[in-house]
C-alpha cells in the first residue's frame, strides 16, 4: 500500500493553485483534507503524475455571512464549521450532519471543499448542500462560474468540475425564521459513511403552515438526491402526523438505491421512509418548540 | 446423573494443590499497573518493524487476483530491469527450494509457501519482489507479467463437497481436507427416549482480529553457518518452528527465530505467519541479501488468517423436565485454499468441552473439513468455541422455548454441578475445577434478571421488542496438542509407525545477581498480555520483595531460550501455564537459597524460610537477605557448600500431567485449564430499522486465581468487544467468483471505542488444582460468549415475530429482511 511516484506542489495562493493546474491539468490532482484522496493513492486507486497540495492556501480558509447565505472557502475544516457560533445560528442543520462526518480527527483534517469536490454519494456535506440549494463556486483559467446543487452532481464521485478546474467556495442559504431541521442517519458504526441518510430542513408561514421545506437523501443512488416532490406534500398539507408518513412513503418511492453487501436494495428504500419520516418529524417539531 | 469424576485423578489433582508453597501473596491479586504501559503508551514500543537492521531490503508480494487459477508462465523481465529491483522470488524457487508444509490430514495436500502451480484463493503469493525500498518493490510488481488460466471457483463449503464442485487438488479427488464421525455414549437410544428433539441449523461467519500490528518478518541468511536467522512477531506454537525448518529444507538449530521485545496485539492470528516466515526465508536464501516484508492492511485482510465459517446442524434430545440427554451435530467447516497447520483446530480444539456446562452423556459429531477457494484460517481468539457456544447456548434457549421454561432454569437444571469436579467430560476433557450454578446465578443477580423480565413483560405490552439473552459457557486455556491427532482416525493412530502426540508445557529461568536483584527469563512471546506486570508480581511474592525488584525479559529467542514443542502465548496459555512455571523456578531457587543459608547460619533448612527479601528463620530471628546471600555465592564461590553447584539461577518446566494423546475412542483433554463464563444481555430491536441496542451486558468469570484484576478486565473488555464483532460487524465476505469484498476497514467493519457497551463484570473463583497458582487462562474471555448471548437475547426480543437467529453476523440489513419475511407470512 504505497502509491506509484508523483510529483508534489504545494500551493500557497488560489492563483497558484490554478497555474499548477492550468500546467498538469488532467494529470494532476488536489490534495485537500486528504481523508479519502491518501487511502485511494495508496491504494493505486488514483495515480496522478501530480499532486497539488492545497492545505497551505489560507484564503480558502473561511466562514462568512453575506446577503443571507454563509459562505465557507472550500478548505474551511470541518471541525471549524462544527463549532462555528455563527454557523450553528445560522445553519444548525449543518452542524449536526458534521457529527456524522467520520470521526473528530478525520473531521479536524477533512474541508468541507474535499467532500463537496470528492462527491462520495454516501458524504452528508454533498447531502446538505444538495437538501439546502446550495452554491458551488468554482475558479479556472476563464474566471469564477456559480453552479448549483442539482447541476454540481452528476454521478458516483463525478462533478461539474473540469480539468483545471478549482472549487473554492460552498454557499449555503441561511435558515429563515421559523424553521426547524433534522438530520438522520443510519450507518452500522459510528463514523461510517452512511446506508443511508435524510437532511431536512423546514420553515413555517406566521399560521403555522408549511412555507418551505427541503428534504434530500443520500446513499440511495449515485448522487445525493434532492426530494422535491416529498417537499411538496408538506408544503401542501404541513406537518401533521399523517401527512408527513405520506411524504415519507413518497421518498421511497423516488429513490432507486443498489444493493450492497452492507445493506439491500430493499433495506435502503424501506430506510429512506423511515428516515425521512424521523427527519421531518424532528424538523417540524423543532419548528413548534423554538417558537 | 451420575458422578464421572475420576477419583484417581481427583487425588491427583489433590496433590498438585498440595504442593503450593504457602507464599504469603502481597501482589498477586493486586490490580498493579503494568510496567510495559508507560514505554507503549509513549510510542517507545519496540516492534518489530522498528528495530534497526543494516542493509536490509524490502519485500513486496503479488498476489493472485483470482479465487482459483492456473499459474501458466511469469514474466519477472521487465521488473528485474528496474532501478532498485534486487530480484524476484517465484513459485519454481519455491519447488527447487523449499518443501510443503506438514499437514495434520492424511489428505496429500502440498501446501507450499507460494503458489507453484495453481493460485487457489484471491491474494495467494504469487512472486515477491526485493527491492531497496517498498515504493520500488510494490512499482517493480506492477511490471511482472504472469499468464492466468482462470478456473470456476467454489467459496460455500457444503457446495464445494457436491461432485461437480471446482476441484483445488486435484491429488486429493476431492475438496474433503479431513472428515471425522465420532460417537461418544448412546445417541441412538438418548434420541429415541427422548421428550423432545429440538433441530436448527446455523451459520457462523469467518471473521479475524485484525491486530493493530500486522505480520512483519526480517530474514538473513549467512552461508559461512548456514543459519537463517528470522526475526518476526512469531507467537507459537513452537511446533511451527520444526515445521518451518523443514520446510526451508533447514536442519532445526540452523533456524533461529528471534521475537521482539513488543508484539502488537494477536489474538491466534500471527500463529499463521510461519508460511511468510518461509516465503520471506526463501527469499534471503535465494537472493543473499537480508528481507523485510511488514504485512499491509489490506494483504492482511486478504490473505492472513482468519476462523473458519461454518455450516452447522444441530439436534437435541432432552426430556420435558428440562434435562438435556444427547446432541448431534454435523458442521462444515471451510479452511480456505489449503489445510494450514495448526487446522483442522477448528473441528477439535474445543473437543474436550464439546458438552459445554451441562451433564449430558451422549453426543455425536460429524466434522467435515473442507478447502475452497477463500484465504486459509486458523486460530482465532476462543478456536472455534465461538463457533461451539453459538450453537449449544442457541439450542438450550430453543429447548427453553419449546417446554415454555425460563431459559436460565434450564440451565440451571443442566449444569455440571460444584461437587462434581475435577469431572470429565464424554470427550475426554477434564475440568479441573467450577461452580457453574453459583457463578451463573451471580450473573443474573448483578443483571436483575427478573426485573429485566417485568421490564420486557411492559415493553412487549407497548409493541417494542426488548429481550433478555443468557449464555454459559466453559472457557477452556492451554491447548493440549494432543487434540490435532484426533483429525486422524484411530486405526491411524494406533499403527505401530504412529508416534502419538500430547503436551502443554512452559519454561522460564530465574537468576539472582551479584547485587541482590532478581531477573526472569522467560520462554513466552506475549503480544500485549502484560507478562512482565505478573511475572513480577508472583516473583515480588516467591521472595518477599518489591515487584519493581525483578526485571522480567520475554523476547524469545530460539538459540538461547529455554522451549519446548508447545512453548509459545496462544490459547490463554501464559495465566496458568506460564506463571506456574515462573513460580517453580522461582522456588527451585529458593530452595538453593534456603540450603545455602542453612550451610551458612549453621541452622537446619526446616527452620528458615524465605521473608521480605531475606532467608531467616522462621523463629523470627537471624537471617541473611537476598543480596548477602548473593554477594557472598557470587564473589565467593568457596563460601558454597560442598556438592552445592555454583550459580544463583534455577530454570523450571512446567508441564501439565493431565495432557494427554487421544486414546482409542477419540476422548481427549484437549485444553488443561477450564474457566467459566456466565453472561446476561438486554437488547431492544428498533421495529423499523433492525437496528440492535444493547442495554445491559452482564460477564461472570471463573478464572480460578486471579493475579492481576486491572489485566484480566482489560482481557474481558477486549473479548467481549471481539465477539461483537464476529455478532454483529466482521465478516470476510466473498462473492461467488471468489472475490474478496473486504480489502479495507471501509467494508471489513470492526467495531471502535464508538461501537463499545458498558459492561458489568463479576467474578467468582475456584482455584485450578493443576496449577501452581490455582490461575486458568481467560484471554479468549467473552469473545466466545458474545456472539452466544446476544443471538440468544436477540431471537427473545423478536420472539413476538417469530425471528431465531441463526446466522451471524447479525446485520441491520439481514436482519430487516428476516423481520419483514415473518410479518408477511402472518395473517
Redesign the interface.
Known amino acids: 500500500m504505497k502509491p506509484p511516484p508523483f510529483d508534489y506542489h504545494a500551493a500557497r495562493s488560489v492563483s497558484e493553485a490554478l497555474e499548477l493546474l492550468g500546467r498538469y491539468a488532467e494529470d494532476a490532482r488536489l490534495l485537500a483534507g486528504g481523508q479519502s484522496l491518501v487511502p485511494m493513492l495508496n491504494f493505486r486507486l488514483a495515480t496522478p503524475r501530480v499532486l497539488i497540495d492545497l492545505n497551505r492556501v489560507g484564503e480558502l480558509a473561511y466562514i462568512r455571512e453575506e446577503n443571507g447565505w454563509l459562505r465557507l472557502g472550500a478548505m474551511t475544516r470541518q471541525r471549524a464549521i462544527e463549532f462555528s457560533p455563527l454557523v450553528k445560528e445560522r445553519i444548525p442543520l449543518l452542524v449536526e450532519a458534521l457529527g456524522y462526518v467520520g470521526h473528530l480527527p478525520t473531521r479536524t483534517r477533512g474541508t468541507i471543499g474535499g467532500s463537496v469536490a470528492h462527491a462520495d454519494p454516501s458524504a452528508e456535506c454533498p447531502a446538505l448542500v444538495c437538501a439546502l440549494g446550495g452554491e458551488l463556486v468554482i475558479r479556472g483559467a476563464g474566471g469564477e462560474r456559480v453552479v448549483g446543487a442539482a447541476d454540481f452532481f452528476q454521478d458516483f464521485f463525478t462533478t461539474a468540475l473540469q480539468p483545471g478546474e478549482l472549487l473554492v467556495e460552498v454557499r449555503l442559504p441561511v435558515m429563515p425564521a421559523r424553521s426547524g431541521w433534522a438530520f438522520e442517519e443510519f450507518a452500522r458504526r459510528h463514523g461510517d459513511f452512511a446506508i443511508v441518510e435524510v437532511a431536512a430542513q423546514v420553515t413555517l408561514d406566521e399560521r403555522g403552515g408549511c412555507r418551505a421545506a427541503r428534504v434530500a437523501a443520500a446513499g440511495v443512488g449515485a448522487t445525493p438526491l434532492r426530494l422535491r416532490a416529498v417537499e411538496q406534500i408538506v408544503e401542501r398539507g404541513g406537518g401533521a402526523g399523517a401527512v408527513v408518513a405520506q411524504a415519507a412513503a413518497r421518498a421511497a418511492e423516488l429513490v432507486d438505491p443498489a444493493g450492497d453487501h452492507h445493506a439491500s436494495a430493499d433495506y435502503r428504500r424501506h430506510l429512506t421512509e423511515v428516515l425521512t419520516r424521523r427527519a421531518l418529524s424532528r424538523a417540524f417539531a423543532g419548528v413548534e418548540r423554538s417558537k | 446423573m451420575s458422578d464421572t469424576a475420576d477419583s484417581e485423578i481427583a487425588s491427583g489433582g489433590g496433590r498438585a494443590a498440595q504442593a503450593a508453597t504457602g507464599a504469603t501473596r502481597k501482589w498477586v491479586g493486586q490490580p498493579l499497573r503494568r510496567s510495559e504501559d508507560p514505554r507503549l503508551l509513549a510510542g517507545r514500543g519496540t516492534f518489530v518493524a522498528d528495530l534497526p537492521f543494516h542493509n536490509v531490503c524490502q519485500a513486496a508480494i503479488l498476489r493472485s487476483p483470482y479465487a482459483h487459477a492456473r499459474i501458466k508462465a511469469i514474466d519477472a523481465g521487465e521488473a528485474l530491469k528496474m532501478p532498485g529491483v534486487v530480484g524476484v522470488v517465484t513459485g519454481a524457487d519455491a519447488l527447487a527450494m523449499t518443501r510443503p508444509f506438514g499437514v495434520g490430514v492424511r489428505a496429500p495436500i502440498k501446501y507450499y509457501c507460494m503458489a507453484t502451480d495453481k493460485a487457489r484463493f484471491v491474494g495467494e503469493p504469487v512472486a515477491v519482489v526485493v527491492a531497496q525500498d517498498?515504493?520500488l518493490a510494490?512499482?517493480a510488481l506492477?511490471r511482472i507479467q504472469v499468464e492466468y488460466e482462470p478456473l470456476p471457483a467454489v467459496v460455500d463449503p457444503e457446495a464445494a463437497l457436491a461432485p461437480e464442485a471446482a476441484l483445488l487438488h486435484e491429488a486429493v479427488g476431492s475438496n474433503l481436507a479431513c472428515h471425522r464421525h465420532i460417537v461418544y455414549g448412546d445417541v441412538e437410544r438418548a434420541f429415541r427416549e427422548a421428550d423432545v428433539v429440538i433441530s436448527e441449523s446455523f451459520r457462523f461467519p469467518k471473521y479475524g482480529s485484525t491486530p493493530i500490528e500486522t505480520y512483519g518478518v526480517v530474514a538473513s541468511f549467512e552461508s559461512a553457518t548456514g543459519v537463517l536467522t528470522v526475526t518476526s512477531n512469531f507467537m507459537g506454537p513452537f511446533i511451527l518452528h520444526p515445521i518451518t525448518a523443514r520446510a526451508l529444507n533447514l536442519p532445526e538449530n540452523r533456524l533461529r527465530f528471534i521475537v521482539p521485545p513488543d508484539i502488537g496485539g494477536s489474538f491466534g492470528i500471527k500463529t499463521s505467519i510461519y508460511p511468510y516466515i518461509a516465503l520471506i526465508g526463501l527469499a534471503a536464501m535465494k537472493l543473499k541479501v537480508a528481507v523485510k516484508w511488514i504485512e499491509?492492511?489490506?494483504e492482511h485482510l486478504l490473505a492472513s488468517s482468519s476462523g473458519t465459517d461454518r455450516v452447522a446442524y444441530r439436534e437435541l434430545a432432552a426430556r420435558k423436565d428440562g434435562t438435556i440427554l444427547a446432541m448431534r451435530s454435523r458442521w462444515y467447516d471451510n479452511v480456505g485454499g489449503y489445510i494450514r497447520s495448526p487446522e483442522p483446530g477448528c473441528a477439535f480444539r474445543p473437543i474436550g468441552n464439546w458438552v459445554g456446562a451441562y451433564r449430558f452423556q451422549n453426543l455425536e459429531a460429524d466434522a467435515y473439513v473442507v478447502m475452497t477457494n477463500k484465504s486459509l484460517t486458523g486460530p482465532n481468539r476462543g478456536y472455534a468455541c465461538g463457533h461451539l457456544y453459538f450453537e449449544i447456548e442457541r439450542m438450550v434457549d430453543l429447548l427453553a422455548e419449546k417446554l415454555e421454561m425460563d431459559p436460565a432454569e434450564v440451565r440451571r437444571r443442566n449444569f455440571i454441578q460444584s461437587d462434581q469436579f475435577p469431572y470429565r467430560t464424554p470427550s475426554g476433557g477434564l475440568y479441573d475445577s467450577g461452580d457453574y450454578p453459583a457463578a451463573f446465578a451471580k450473573a443474573l443477580e448483578l443483571a436483575h434478571y427478573d426485573e429485566l423480565k417485568r421490564e420486557r413483560e411492559k415493553a412487549r405490552a407497548e409493541g417494542r421488542l426488548f429481550g433478555i439473552g443468557v449464555a454459559a459457557a466453559v472457557d477452556p486455556s492451554v491447548s493440549n496438542m494432543g487434540y490435532v491427532t484426533v483429525a486422524l482416525d484411530p486405526q491411524d493412530r494406533a499403527r505401530p509407525q504412529y508416534l502419538p502426540k500430547s503436551g502443554a508445557l512452559e519454561a522460564a529461568s530465574i537468576r539472582l545477581d551479584p547485587l541482590g536483584k532478581l531477573t526472569v527469563i522467560l520462554g513466552s512471546t506475549p503480544q500485549g498480555q502484560g507478562h512482565q506486570t505478573i511475572v513480577a508480581q508472583i516473583v515480588a511474592d516467591e521472595f518477599g520483595v518489591s515487584p519493581d525488584d525483578v526485571t522480567v525479559v520475554d523476547e524469545m529467542d530460539t538459540f538461547t531460550r529455554v522451549w519446548g514443542i508447545s512453548s509459545g502465548t496462544y490459547s490463554s496459555r501464559f495465566g496458568s501455564v506460564g506463571t506456574s512455571a515462573a513460580a517453580l523456578a522461582a522456588r527451585k531457587l529458593k530452595e538453593k537459597l534456603v540450603a545455602y543459608a542453612s550451610y551458612l547460619m549453621e541452622v537446619p533448612p526446616e527452620a528458615l524460610g524465605v521473608v521480605d527479601g531475606a532467608v531467616r528463620e522462621k523463629s523470627g530471628g537471624r537471617g541473611l537477605t537476598l543480596k548477602e546471600l548473593a554477594g557472598r555465592a557470587h564473589w565467593n564461590t568457596e563460601s558454597l557448600p560442598r556438592g552445592m553447584e555454583a550459580g544463583l539461577e534455577a530454570t523450571a518446566v512446567f508441564s501439565f500431567p493431565e495432557a494427554k494423546a487421544p486414546d482409542h475412542q477419540d476422548r481427549v483433554n484437549s485444553s488443561n485449564t477450564y474457566g467459566f463464563i456466565a453472561e446476561v444481555m438486554a437488547v431492544e430491536v428498533d421495529p423499523?430499522?433492525a437496528?440492535i441496542k444493547i442495554l445491559r451486558y452482564v460477564t461472570v468469570h471463573d478464572a480460578g486465581q486471579i493475579i492481576n484484576p486491572a489485566i484480566v478486565e482489560g482481557q474481558i473488555y477486549g473479548g467481549a468487544l471481539h465477539g461483537l464483532g464476529g455478532a454483529l460487524?466482521e465478516e470476510m465476505?466473498y462473492d461467488e467468483q471468489g472475490q474478496c469484498?473486504?480489502g479495507?476497514f471501509?467494508?471489513y467493519?470492526v467495531?471502535?471505542a464508538?461501537?463499545a457497551v458498558k459492561i458489568d463484570i463479576g467474578h467468582i473463583a475456584t482455584s485450578s488444582p493443576f496449577t501452581t497458582l490455582g490461575a486458568k487462562g481467560l484471554g479468549e474471555s467473552s469473545s466466545m460468549t458474545v456472539p452466544a448471548v446476544l443471538a440468544n437475547a436477540v431471537s427473545d426480543a423478536l420472539r413476538p415475530l417469530g425471528v431465531r437467529i441463526r446466522e451471524l453476523p447479525i446485520?441491520?440489513?439481514r436482519l430487516?429482511?428476516l423481520m419483514e419475511t415473518a410479518r408477511r407470512g402472518r395473517p
Request: no cysteine; proline share 7%.
Open positions: 517498498r515504493y510494490e512499482d506492477d499491509d492492511r489490506r423499523e430499522t437496528a460487524y465476505l469484498l473486504v479495507s471501509m467494508d467493519l467495531p471502535t464508538s461501537e446485520t441491520p440489513s430487516w429482511h
